[in-house]
C-alpha cells in the first residue's frame, strides 16, 4: 500500500530525513516512532502530498504523491498532529465540508456521518460549535472526520497527544476496529510507546531522519535485550534530550493564546 | 463546483455566526459618517460642496466594503494558525477552486456588511439622488469586494504569522482608504497627492459609487469600471499564485 525507496529531504543544508526505505502492506497498522525532530511528521508530509522529496520515490496505492497530488489525496484521510477542524462551524458541519470536499455522495455523507459520529460518541453534540469541545472530542472528531470519505490509507500524527487515559484508550478501540471492518491501513506515530505496543504490527524507529530498526515490537525487544518497547525505544535512539527551535506556527499559537483570554 | 459552494457557505455561516463582530466593524464607519459628516457639513457648505453627508455616504460605503473584504483574506492566517488550512489544503480539490471558494465568499460577506452600512447611511439621512442607478452601485460594491477579498487572500498567503499584521494595516489598508478620495473630492488636489490617488484602485471604486449614488463622478463610470475590472483580474491572479505557494 505505501512503499518509500531511498527517500531524503533536505531543508538547505539540514538532512530532515536521510535516505530511509519502507513497505507498508494493505490493511496493516504501521508505527513510525521517534524523538522530536527525528522526521516523522517531514515523512509524513511527503506521503500526503504535503512536501515534495528531494530524491528517491515513494508510491502510495501505485500512485506518486510528488506528481500525482490529486489522485493520492483521495487516497488517504489524515488526522494531523496539531488541530486541523473549524472551530466555529458544528461538529457536523465539519464532517459536511469535508464530505464534500472529498466528493462523497450526499447520501453517503449522511450516512457515514451518522455512523462514525455515533462511533465517537459526538452524535448527541453533532449541533455544538466545535469550540466548545474538550481536547479529546476535538480528536474524535478529527478521527471520526479522516474515515468519513473511507481512505484506504489513514495517517495519524500523533493522535492521542494530550489525551487522558481513558480517551486513548478508547480511540485506538475505535481506530483498530475501524482497522479491521474497513481493511483501512493506518500508518500512525506516537510517543506513547504502549500504544505502538498494542495496536501496531510493525514499527519502525527512526532517528536523526534514519531508519534505525524496523520490525513487530517484539522483534525490536528481542534484538535489543530490553523487556518493553520503551527501553528497547531508548537503546535505539539515545537518552539525549531533543529541542526543536519554535516554528512560525508555534508563536503564532502562542498569541492566540493571549487573544483568546482577553 | 460544490468545493466552492461549501467554502462559500463556510464564509457566510461564519460571518452570521459573529454577530459582535458584524456590529463592531460598523463602529469606525459610522464616526466617520456622523462626526465627519456633521461636523465637516456646514464648511463643506459654504465651500460650495453641498451636503458633507451625502458626499461622505458612499466613501463610507466603500470603506466599509474594504476592510470587511480584506480582512476577509487576510483571516486565511487565522486558519492556518487553527490548522483548518491543512484541511483544505490535502482535500482532492485543486487550490485554485478553494482560492475562489474563499475568495467569493469574503466578498459576498463584504456585501453584506457594506449593505448594512447603507442602512446606516440612509437613517442619518443619505438619500441616493436617481434610484434607477441604485443597481450599478451594487455593482460597485461587489466589484471593490472581489478586489480587495483576492488582495486580502494575496496578503494571507504570504504572512507567516501575525506579525505582518499591524505593518499591512497601517501601510496598506489606512492609505488605500485615505487615499481614495473617501473623505474629499478629487479636483484641485495638490500634484502629488492627484497622483497618489490615482493609483489607489479604492478611488475608483468610490467614485463609482459617487456616480450611481448621487451622480457626482470626478472620472467617467467606464473608467471606473474598467480599471477595477483589470486590477480585479490582475489581483485574482495574484492570489491565487500566492495560494498555491502556501506552505504547510
Not at chain 1, 490529486?70 to 486541523?84: A, L, W, Y
Not at chain 2, 489581483?235 to 506552505?247: M, N, V
Amino acid at each position: 500500500m505505501i512503499r518509500v525507496e531511498h527517500v531524503v529531504k533536505k531543508f538547505g543544508d539540514f538532512t530532515a530525513v536521510d535516505d530511509i526505505s519502507f513497505e507498508v502492506q494493505t490493511g496493516e497498522i504501521f508505527a513510525f516512532l521517534g524523538p522530536n525532530g527525528a522526521g516523522k511528521t517531514t515523512t509524513i508530509k511527503m506521503l500526503t502530498t504535503l512536501l515534495p522529496p528531494t530524491s528517491g520515490t515513494m508510491e502510495l496505492n501505485g500512485l506518486n504523491p510528488a506528481v500525482q497530488k490529486e489522485e493520492v489525496r483521495k487516497q488517504f484521510g489524515i488526522v494531523f498532529q496539531d488541530p486541523s477542524l473549524d472551530q466555529d462551524l458544528k461538529a457536523w458541519e465539519n464532517m459536511e465540508l469535508h464530505g464534500v470536499l472529498y466528493s462523497v455522495p450526499r447520501e453517503v455523507r449522511r450516512e457515514r456521518t451518522e455512523m462514525l459520529l455515533k462511533l465517537f460518541d459526538l452524535w448527541e453534540r453533532r449541533n455544538a460549535l466545535v469550540k466548545e469541545f474538550s481536547g479529546g472530542m476535538k480528536r474524535r472528531l478529527e478521527i471520526a472526520r479522516g474515515f468519513l470519505h473511507t481512505p484506504k490509507i489513514l495517517f495519524l500524527d500523533e493522535p492521542t497527544l494530550g489525551l487522558d487515559p481513558q480517551s486513548r484508550n478508547q480511540l485506538w478501540t475505535h481506530v483498530k476496529s475501524l482497522n479491521e471492518t474497513e481493511k483501512v491501513t493506518v500508518f500512525l506515530t506516537t510517543h506513547y510507546m504502549d500504544e505502538a505496543d498494542r495496536v501496531a504490527q510493525r514499527i519502525a524507529v527512526i532517528d536523526h531522519g534514519k531508519i534505525v530498526a524496523m520490525g513487530s515490537s517484539q522483534e525490536l525487544k528481542e534484538r535489543t535485550k530490553t523487556e518493553s518497547l520503551e527501553e528497547a525505544f531508548l537503546v535505539l535512539t539515545g537518552t539525549s534530550i531533543r529541542d526543536e527551535s519554535a516554528s512560525a506556527t508555534d508563536r503564532m499559537r502562542q498569541m492566540a493564546q493571549m487573544w483568546r483570554k482577553r | 463546483m460544490s468545493a466552492i459552494y461549501i467554502l462559500w457557505l463556510r464564509e457566510l455561516k461564519k460571518y452570521t455566526r459573529s454577530r459582535t463582530q458584524i456590529v463592531a466593524s460598523l463602529g469606525q464607519p459610522l464616526l466617520y459618517l456622523l462626526v465627519l459628516g456633521f461636523g465637516f457639513g456646514p464648511v463643506f457648505q459654504k465651500a460650495g460642496g453641498g451636503s458633507y453627508l451625502q458626499f461622505v455616504a458612499p466613501g463610507v460605503i466603500g470603506m466599509v466594503v474594504l476592510f470587511t473584504s480584506i480582512f476577509s483574506g487576510i483571516a486565511l492566517l487565522w486558519d492556518r494558525q487553527f490548522g483548518f488550512l491543512k484541511e483544505t489544503l490535502v482535500a482532492p480539490v485543486p487550490r485554485l477552486l478553494v482560492m475562489i471558494g474563499r475568495t467569493l465568499g469574503g466578498a459576498t460577506v463584504s456585501m453584506l456588511q457594506g449593505t448594512l452600512m447603507v442602512i446606516v447611511c440612509l437613517i442619518a439621512g443619505f438619500r441616493p439622488t436617481r434610484l434607477v442607478l441604485v443597481p450599478l452601485g451594487i455593482l460597485f460594491m461587489l466589484l471593490i469586494a472581489i478586489v480587495f477579498a483576492a488582495l486580502g487572500v494575496a496578503i494571507g498567503s504570504s504572512l507567516q504569522d501575525m506579525q505582518g499584521f499591524q505593518l499591512i494595516m497601517n501601510f496598506l489598508v489606512m492609505p488605500i482608504f485615505f487615499l481614495s478620495g473617501a473623505l474629499f473630492p478629487l479636483n484641485n488636489l495638490p500634484k502629488a497627492l492627484a497622483v497618489v490617488t490615482r493609483l489607489d484602485p479604492l478611488t475608483y471604486g468610490v467614485d463609482g459609487l459617487r456616480g450611481a449614488l448621487i451622480g457626482a463622478n470626478h472620472f467617467a463610470i467606464a473608467t471606473d469600471l474598467g480599471v477595477l475590472a483589470v486590477v480585479a483580474v490582475a489581483l485574482l491572479y495574484l492570489g491565487a499564485w500566492r495560494f498555491s505557494k502556501i506552505e504547510v
